[in-house]
Nanobody, 116 residues
């Protein structure tokens, strides 16, 4: 199965932007549907966005729709989450997720902190 490594988290002011990356290694990446989830302090992990294995379809949580864009580059084995107009409530650890028949993988997470 694939291994996932996220990067791109950090501290940003409200209204700013960040781009998260999730690089995959191991078996064929293109066969996986990919997703981003996040977990804020004291809260459960929640869905943020998902993208089909082809990149043709993307889905977003209502809370991020219109602000976040999920894309993938299968040639680079990498997915990206472009986050614009960030809000303090977007502060969380963001986890990359890969799903294929018989295989589910999580990354280690990257911290995003949005200040007032």
């Amino acid at each position: 199965q694939v291994q996932l490594v996220e990067s791109g988290g950090g501290l940003v002011q409200a209204g700013g932007s960040l781009r998260l990356s999730c690089a995959a290694s191991g078996r064929t990446f293109s066969g996986y549907d990919m997703g981003w989830y996040r977990q804020a302090p004291g809260k459960e992990r929640e869905f943020v966005a998902a993208i089909s294995w082809s990149g043709g379809s993307a889905y977003y949580a209502d809370s991020v729709k219109g602000r976040f864009t999920f894309s993938r580059d299968n040639a680079k084995n990498t997915v990206y989450l472009q986050m614009n107009s960030l809000k303090p409530e977007d502060t969380a650890i963001y986890y990359c997720h890969a799903l294929a028949p018989g295989s589910e993988v999580w990354g280690q997470g990257t911290l995003v902190t949005v200040s007032e």
